[in-house]
């Protein structure tokens, strides 16, 4: 226990939360013991951890923070589980929809303003030392649109920005959500901004009746018969007022739906070189991609079956898995397609995981779920994440690749992305960052141009003593700064490095989904 404890402190705590088989718990700890642990441990602090998108555990501290007891009625979109007794013990499960858990995560305790501040620099300094240069936000729950967005803001005006940023405005009012748009269109318009910071358009959530929530371990949800006619209305309201937008889509029978009512929609207010494209689509139809392509629609894929994959193979088979999505047959057919990740509640931020499934089409628990053709070889997967991308935030020309005329935006890797290999993939970083020609991440022999260490605040922030994602927690005793980054021994890498598999859940706390 005392060193369990000490790994708390110290961020080990991960290595405990996933096993080999990608389950949950690790093999020789139960669910309960686990939750004495996070108790004895953390008796104070709450602790929120996240299972993929399917369930989250609560320490006490945590429930006492989100006010659940004997009395809590069950939310509309979850469970609560209790005892005997009637009292929660921490297990939520999300079902029919991830409801309850964005629910509970805003129920939160929130940081002073300052820390709200920092805390987001620092994880854009994180996403930097990742190569990061640019993300489109994809919105999320609870994530309101203007009210939430008054830090990056903040930050903005300041010039403190690291990443440039492109985001969708979010519906967050079911059966109200055409209502958002109306308000939306009048109070602000696509492109709004300038290079770091703009507006991109609706979505991924257009209308809640058409949220097809991807939870594997749960049978596909049926969508209700309203949806295309609230999809309409939405839809129909955007390309009148000539608003790119993005719809979450997991499978193909939520993509025919919505595709009916664009094919609709396109014949009386034409869409008309629209940026407008589906999100995930990890069941989509030849047909329904054909479909896509004529109405001149994009695909954004990301890498969440190297999460869920053997969860989908469980229920569907290794056949169906083969073409979860199907990319080949997307570029075949020449449809715009992007990469990401969907960070940071479905999967890791970490880029090089998500190109490593698209180069190797293996899950991070080591399930090969893909066919050679429907893996890409290096170059393809890394445009997809680069030029392929910039279609998504209409940025084409812009940003993507290094060029005469285009933003000055690059990372030098640690490794040659082209010749290491395949499982190497997944441990590089940048040793050198440029955003706009300025270096905003340096390590290694480039260290000395580094920016000035942001101290991490507050004083008990995990960040000062764990670092970041993939960080040894030995190599970064004291607080984070880029010499400390920089230090990192081949030991303590070699350490790091078979920690990859647990860190999703723990760096999936905090705000949402985007999905670039
Ligand atoms: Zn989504």
Redesign the pocket.
């Known amino acids: 226990m005392r060193e369990i404890r000490g790994g708390v402190f110290q961020g080990r705590f991960h290595n405990l939360l996933i096993s080999k088989n990608n389950t949950f718990w690790a093999p020789q700890i139960s669910r309960l013991t686990f939750q004495v642990v996070i108790n004895t441990v953390a008796p104070d602090t709450p602790v929120f951890v996240l299972h993929l998108y399917d369930r989250a555990l609560l320490n006490a501290a945590a429930l006492r923070a989100v006010g659940y007891t004997k009395d809590t009625p069950e939310p509309p979109g979850g469970e609560i589980r209790r005892d005997h007794a009637g009292n929660p013990t921490g297990l939520l499960i999300a079902r029919p929809n991830a409801m309850i858990l964005y629910a509970t995560l805003a129920k939160g305790p929130k940081l002073a303003r300052e820390d709200q501040l920092n805390s987001t620099r620092l994880f854009l300094s994180e996403l930097n030392r990742f190569g990061v240069t640019s993300v489109i936000d994809?919105g999320g729950g609870f994530q309101n649109y203007p009210d939430d967005y008054a830090v990056i803001n903040a930050l903005h005006r300041r010039g403190e920005l690291s990443v440039r940023l492109a985001y969708n405005l979010f519906t967050q009012k079911p059966k109200e959500e055409l209502k958002d748009f109306q308000r939306w269109t009048k109070m602000t318009r696509p492109g709004e901004g300038d290079d770091f910071y703009r507006v991109n358009g609706a979505g991924?959530m257009l209308v809640f009746s058409a949220a097809d929530f991807?939870d594997i371990l749960q049978p596909r949800p049926e969508m209700p018969p309203v949806m295309e006619e609230e999809l309409k209305g939405v839809i129909r309201h955007l390309a009148e007022n000539r608003w790119p937008f993005r719809l979450?889509a997991t499978y193909d029978e939520t993509i025919t739906h919505a595709l009916n009512v664009y094919e609709a929609v396109n014949r009386e207010a034409p869409f008309d070189g629209l940026h407008w494209f589906f999100?995930?689509c990890e069941t989509i139809s030849d047909r329904n991609i054909e479909r896509v392509k004529a109405l001149g629609g994009g695909i954004a894929v990301q890498n969440r079956m190297a999460f869920q994959g053997e969860y989908f193979v469980e229920r569907y088979g290794r056949q169906q898995a083969e073409r979860t999505p199907p990319i080949g047959r997307m570029l075949a057919l020449g449809v715009p397609v992007g990469a990401g990740t969907?960070a940071t509640r479905?999967s890791s931020y970490n880029p090089f995981l998500s190109l490593y499934w698209l180069v190797t089409g293996n899950t991070v628990g080591g399930l090969n779920l893909y066919p050679e053709q429907n893996r890409l070889d290096r170059m393809e997967a890394l445009r997809l994440y680069t030029v392929g991308s910039s279609w998504f935030s209409t940025e084409e020309g812009k940003k993507g690749s290094i060029a005469l005329g285009q933003l000055a935006d690059l990372a030098v890797l640690s490794a040659d992305y082209f010749s290491i290999s395949d499982e190497d993939i997944k441990r590089l970083e940048s040793v050198l960052t440029l955003v706009g020609g300025k270096v905003v991440y340096a390590a290694r022999e480039f260290s000395k141009l580094a920016p000035p260490p942001l101290p991490a605040s507050p004083d008990w922030s995990p960040v000062k003593y764990y670092g970041g994602y993939q960080q040894p927690w030995d190599a970064r005793a004291g607080a984070p700064d880029r010499a400390a980054r920089s230090a990192i021994e081949p030991n303590a890498r070699q350490k790091a490095h078979r920690w990859v598999r647990g860190e999703a859940g723990l760096w999936s706390l905090g705000c949402d989904?985007f999905?670039f």
């Open positions: 994809a991924e991807e979450h999100d995930h969907d479905v989904c999905a």
